[in-house]
């Protein structure tokens, strides 16, 4: 009897010993592979935000450039004559429409560990500052045809077409935002329906937003060089 429970109780005791190694080998397998999910989340959350200084830079001298070119070769910013209040339109569109846009779609992502609440607020601002920039942009446009002598219609050119269709999708997208995801009781369930359209119609407005910017210099570029040629051609 004495034998057969010293044997029992020494099977019992490595019975133990296994679960408890069982146990410690799972705990560390466990702990292994979230140290590895957490090392690909750190490595992920690294090479975005490289990209996304990479950019930040792009972003900054793509302003610069439009300011070099404005204030270098045609003539600066003001309000005295046509020429130079145009020259407000592609600098507030660019610093507006392209840059504040770009990053209001990028902060979801840079700070997606900040409270949601905040960044509601934080992209529902940005965007009221993109509206007051094309606003104005806008202003400096229909401003500079009026005063220019003889003065220039509006809204002739297909740039000017895309760029009225622009602004009134952003407008749009600005007012579904705020009645879908800032507004006061409005349902969960609406608004988990309601974000992948709104992600998507904002994407392909920027996309517009590049399109018609890209349009907008060409065609400057164009008016340009007729002006500069028109002799030549007509000659």
Known sequence: MTRKRLKITSELEN????TVSTSNNMALNNGLSQNNVQSQSDDKHFSYFSLYIVFQIIGLLLIFAVGFWIFVFRGGVGFSESKIIFNWHPLLMTIGFVYLFAN???HYRTFRHKNKRDLKNQHAIIHGCI???IL???WASFASHLYNNPPIPNLYTLHSWLGVVTILMFLSQFIGGFMSFLYPGI???YREAIMPYHVFFGVFNFALVIATSLLGLCEKLIF???VIYKSDVFH
């Open 224 to 226: 340009s060089l007729y």
């Open 15 to 18: 019975s133990k010993i296994e």
């Open 136 to 138: 104005l942009a806008g």
């Open 187 to 189: 349902a969960v369930q």
């Open 104 to 106: 209001s779609i990028l």
């Open 131 to 133: 509206i007051i920039l």
